[in-house]
């Protein structure tokens, strides 16, 4: 009694055929991944290109290859299957039957991997999408909330999701696309991009100046109120350098505080002396409400404004037009600041 041949995507195989096809498909899924981990989108694309071509000069033609390498390549996908997919003559190529219908699946799924390539690419180059970002508390309420309104109406596609945070988050495990860090960077796993520097300096409101008179040196910042900020780095002592001379002061005064506008706030009412970023106090140094006192007097080196980005050398389009946006942003309010400063 005949034995009625088997269809399989609308096509008749013969029933051994369909056995060895439905165990082909069976593991296709392991297979795959493990075609992945050796490399294996070359050995299909070498197998496609010579179904398509029916030679395997011209596939390597079209591949950019040695013929040889096709051929070598064809063979181990036929090792690593078990199966064989091409039917070799002098004269010509042609696929199994098996060959035929795992050509079909394998052309599926290149072509999904070109749709998912170019739609990747396209989100890649386009300014779109969620942008998690972390800025500091301080800073980032005076530098980067300014231009978040201006940068959104630019990339009406982007989305921000910016947390205020003094916190060191950990851009990777957290899933933040940029971090914002002012200071001395101490961890270089990251990649970062320095967006400018600054300096600390000594400053005091006017009036309190002209009730207790401007220390000449920094000894002399010992007979005077001074404010402290204790999340400065350097706390509980100012680093100060000159010319090359340094100096640490311990200040002493009526006010310690972890909050840097706090502190500053106290300056400018006339509490005392503070010593404070230039991007701090730039604002009331230009509206005349705090002075520079012992000028050229300034903390030590080293200090900056970095974009901290997760490993990798492909920054997303709106990531990188953030950081752009930011480090323009800083530098025009840095020359506008240094301009009231000096």
């Known amino acids: 009694m005949a034995v009625a041949p088997r269809r399989w995507n609308g096509h008749e195989v013969s029933q051994s055929s369909h056995a060895i096809i439905r165990s082909l498909c069976i593991t296709f899924v392991h297979q795959m991944q493990e075609l992945l981990e050796r490399g294996g989108l070359e050995l299909l694309a070498a197998f496609v290109a010579v179904a398509d071509n029916g030679s395997f000069a011209e596939a390597a033609k079209r591949l950019g290859r040695d013929a040889s390498i096709i051929s070598r390549r064809v063979s181990q996908l036929e090792?690593?299957?078990?199966?064989?997919?091409?039917?070799?003559?002098?004269?010509?190529?042609?696929?199994?039957?098996?060959?035929?219908?795992?050509?079909?699946?394998?052309?599926?799924?290149?072509?999904?991997?070109?749709?998912?390539?170019?739609?990747?690419?396209?989100?890649?180059?386009?300014?779109?999408?969620?942008?998690?970002?972390?800025?500091?508390?301080?800073?980032?309420?005076?530098?980067?909330?300014?231009?978040?309104?201006?940068?959104?109406?630019?990339?009406?596609?982007?989305?921000?999701?910016?947390?205020?945070?003094?916190?060191?988050?950990?851009?990777?495990?957290?899933?933040?696309?940029?971090?914002?860090?002012?200071?001395?960077?101490?961890?270089?796993?990251?990649?970062?991009?320095?967006?400018?520097?600054?300096?600390?300096?000594?400053?005091?409101?006017?009036?309190?100046?002209?009730?207790?008179?401007?220390?000449?040196?920094?000894?002399?910042?010992?007979?005077?109120?001074?404010?402290?900020?204790?999340?400065?780095?350097?706390?509980?002592?100012?680093?100060?350098?000159?010319?090359?001379?340094?100096?640490?002061?311990?200040?002493?005064g009526p006010l310690i505080a972890d909050n840097s506008e706090v502190v500053l706030m106290a300056a400018i009412e006339g509490a005392g002396i503070t010593f404070t970023p230039d991007w701090l106090a730039g604002p009331a140094l230009r509206e005349g409400k705090l002075v520079e006192i012992l000028p050229g007097w300034s903390g030590k080196a080293g200090g900056g404004v970095y974009a901290i980005l997760p490993p990798g050398r492909l920054i997303p389009t709106k990531t990188r037009l953030f950081v752009d946006e930011v480090a323009k942003s800083i530098r025009a309010g840095w020359r506008s600041m240094a301009r009231a400063v000096n």
């Open 79 to 252: 090792k690593l299957l078990g199966v064989r997919l091409l039917s070799r003559t002098t004269r010509r190529v042609v696929l199994t039957e098996i060959g035929a219908l795992y050509y079909r699946r394998v052309q599926a799924l290149l072509d999904e991997l070109a749709i998912a390539s170019r739609e990747a690419s396209h989100l890649a180059a386009s300014p779109q999408g969620l942008l998690r970002v972390s800025v500091p508390v301080t800073f980032g309420r005076q530098w980067i909330a300014p231009l978040l309104p201006d940068f959104l109406a630019r990339y009406p596609q982007i989305r921000v999701d910016a947390r205020f945070s003094d916190r060191l988050v950990d851009v990777v495990s957290e899933g933040f696309d940029v971090a914002i860090r002012v200071g001395v960077l101490r961890d270089s796993s990251f990649t970062s991009r320095k967006i400018a520097s600054y300096r600390s300096l000594l400053v005091a409101a006017p009036s309190y100046l002209s009730q207790h008179g401007k220390p000449r040196t920094p000894a002399d910042l010992a007979r005077h109120a001074c404010l402290g900020f204790s999340g400065h780095a350097d706390w509980p002592d100012w680093l100060m350098t000159k010319d090359g001379k340094r100096k640490t002061i311990r200040p002493v």
